[in-house]
Structure formats: structure tokens, C-alpha cells
């Protein structure tokens, strides 16, 4: 919803929600309208507003998009978060479960090292459903195992390659190989003759 901030009032009162992207405008005729200001004026004219992203890598940094509003539009550092958080959930209708730290929810969480918002952030772990699926120290830690394991298995295909090629050159020099035979007699020699082929043959030219 790039555009959502020229009917702000109206989504409000509708009750429904808006999603934009934190900054991009002004790349496509569709979006020629959009403003950097979208996700602040909408939030301040009471809709609830999320920031999102439609590519991969951008939605893995989607607390820096949404840190984006607090430049433009100078938006709370807390409701720049909730646009990544309860927002969001609220709008899918499962702020029940997720979008918020409180008893009974899911345990869905990232720890950071700094303020959520900085661009100096770092993702230290992360929960799903209270289970650690990534902890960077032990990633770090693990990290040199697995260069060694990468570099083992890419020698291992090499020497397998080098191998193939070896037993296919094998099977090629066999197929073309010529099967032995009896040597042919070469037709520029002549047959050897025995004596008494050539005693006629003297005396036949001495008639």
C-alpha cells in the first residue's frame, strides 16, 4: 500500500490495515506517488501499518527497514518496531499467538546485540517456539569444522572426477583397440617359390 497515506482517514475507519515498503519510491509508474513519509502518516492518522519487502535478502533486515520511519516521518523508536512485530500479527490475525513477549505466546524471538533498530545490529539467537535455531557464538565456533568438511568433500570429488576420467580413457583405448589377427601378407611382396617352380621357369626361357 505505497500510495495509503492519501486515504489514511478512510483505512483507518474501515478498520483494515496497511502494509508498505519503508522507502522505495518513484522506480515504476505504480509507484510513482509513493513517499518515504507513507508508513509515519499512516500510523499518526490511526491505521495499523507493517513494513514489508518482497525481496529475500531486504526481509531478513526488516528491523533496519523499519528503523527507515523514525528518519522519515519521525516516528517513535516503539511504534517503528511494532511495524515489524505485533503490527504485523494483528493483520494476520494471529497476535493470539505471536507479535508481542507475553505469557502464553509463542516463544519467537531474536536476541540482538545492540538496539533492534541500529544498523549495527547482529543476531545473536534466534527461538522458534522456545527452541534456539541459531546461536552465533556456537555458529562462530563451528564455523572452521565446517570449511575443513567443505574442503574434504571437494578433494574427495576431485580425486572421484580424476578417477572417472582415468577409467573412461581406459575403456576407450580397449574399445578402440583392434582385435588380433593373423598378419596379412603384404602385396607387394611375392610369394616365395620353391626350386623346382624355378627350374622350370629357367628352362621353359631357355626354350
Not at 134 to 142: H, S
Not at 155 to 161: G, N, Q, S, V, Y
Not at 178 to 191: G, L, M, N, R, T
Request: proline share 4%; aromatic share 6%.
Amino acid at each position: 500500500m505505497l500510495e495509503g497515506y492519501k486515504i489514511a482517514d478512510e483505512i483507518a475507519a474501515s478498520g483494515a490495515g496497511g502494509s508498505t515498503f519503508s522507502d522505495w519510491w518513484g522506480y515504476k509508474v505504480e509507484a510513482y506517488d509513493a513517499i518515504p513519509y507513507n508508513a509515519a502518516l499512516m500510523t499518526e492518522r490511526g491505521v495499523v501499518v507493517s513494513i514489508n519487502s518482497d525481496d529475500a535478502e531486504e526481509a531478513r533486515q526488516l528491523n533496519q527497514e523499519a528503523a527507515k520511519s523514525m528518519k522519515y516521518g519521525g516516528m517513535t523508536a516503539n511504534d517503528a518496531l511494532k511495524m515489524i512485530t505485533i503490527n504485523p500479527a494483528i493483520q494476520l490475525g494471529i497476535d493470539k499467538r505471536v507479535g508481542s513477549i507475553e505469557v502464553g505466546k509463542d516463544a519467537d524471538l531474536v536476541i540482538y546485540n545492540h538496539d533492534p533498530l541500529s544498523v549495527y545490529a547482529v543476531a545473536q539467537k534466534t527461538l522458534i517456539d522456545g527452541q534456539v535455531y541459531f546461536d552465533r557464538q556456537k555458529d562462530l565456533a563451528g564455523r572452521a569444522a565446517l570449511e575443513q568438511e567443505k574442503q574434504d568433500l571437494l578433494a574427495k570429488e576431485k580425486k572421484a572426477a580424476e578417477e572417472k576420467k582415468d577409467e573412461d580413457k581406459k575403456a576407450g583405448d580397449k574399445a578402440g583397440a583392434k582385435p588380433d589377427a593373423k598378419k596379412k601378407p603384404d602385396p607387394k611382396k611375392k610369394p616365395p617359390q620353391d626350386a623346382n617352380d624355378s627350374a622350370s621357369a629357367v628352362a621353359g626361357g631357355a626354350l
